[in-house]
């Protein structure tokens, strides 16, 4: 694929391919309310299992929780089930894509104070909508890398 670009009034054809490419997973080029704040990279499936087990099923309430490999997708989008009742709800690890078409969720996390140490600023490594009254956000202090739940007061359902 070509595309004509003027250079002082005279039109030549460029390589689209030759053309410089900005990666939006590069921290130096997202928008300016997340510049200068590398994300950690998306959580492994083990690491999700484990922090999911710090919240309760919204049907039993029951911790142990477990993941469908079959159902993660490239975009980050997985699928947790409850061991014990097996409810499935949805996990979303790319939280990058969430932080840059939610343009107010950088500036609550950097407001969020730690529960342990009480520093404020978050980072956000993926959340979950456990059921349609309930999204989870699991976050780590930027001080003291303590990780928790926390309920998203940011998404109201009603």
Known sequence: MRHSRQVKGKSSLV???????ERYTDCTTLGTSLQGTCQMPNPTMKEVETRLGTVQCAICKGSSFGIDERSMQADGEWRGICRKCYYTFPIYTDMEFYQRTQPDIPYRLKEMSCPTCNHKGV????????????????LTCTSCQKTY???SSLEAFE
Do not use: A, K
């Not at 390589?15 to 490419?21: A, M, T």
């Not at 980072?123 to 699991?138: G, H, K, P």
């Open 149 to 151: 739940p926390e309920p």
């Open 15 to 21: 390589s689209l391919q030759s053309l410089p490419r």
């Open 123 to 138: 980072s956000l490594n993926f959340r979950i909508t456990m059921s349609v009254r309930e999204s989870i956000y699991f």
